[in-house]
Nanobody, 125 residues
């Protein structure tokens, strides 16, 4: 099993940047897919982006593509979400997740079997 812990959230002005970290504990991190989801206030959880074990290969939702960048450091058992050009609509609780190894990024929550507790990102106008 893998346990995850997010960090790096906070308050930022529109146009600013934040870097989220997701530290994993347990076995098998390097052979699992990783993903980021977010849940805005009053809305359902939505896919942000993900990264596969191989390559790595990344995929992002349309609204963040070109602004957000996912990377992973297997030596540190950590995944990162670099968020640039932040917008007020990016305000949400951000969650990292891990799932079984696959050659493509899985965009549905059911594709992941371990979740962090979330970190809040608030972007002001």
């Amino acid at each position: 099993q893998v346990q995850l812990a997010e960090s790096g959230g906070g308050f930022v002005q529109a146009g600013g940047s934040l870097r989220l970290s997701c530290e994993a504990s347990g076995r098998g991190f390097s052979s699992r897919n990783m993903g980021w989801f977010r849940q805005p206030p009053g809305k359902e959880r939505e896919f942000v982006g993900g990264i596969t074990w191989n390559g790595p290969r990344t995929y992002y939702m349309d609204s963040v593509r070109g602004r957000f960048t996912i990377s992973r450091d297997d030596a540190k058992n950590t995944m990162y979400l670099q968020m640039d050009s932040l917008k007020p609509e990016d305000t949400a609780a951000y969650y990292c997740a891990t799932g079984p190894m696959d050659t493509i990024v899985i965009v549905t929550p059911r594709g992941y079997d371990s979740w962090g507790q979330g970190t809040q990102v608030t972007v002001s106008s």
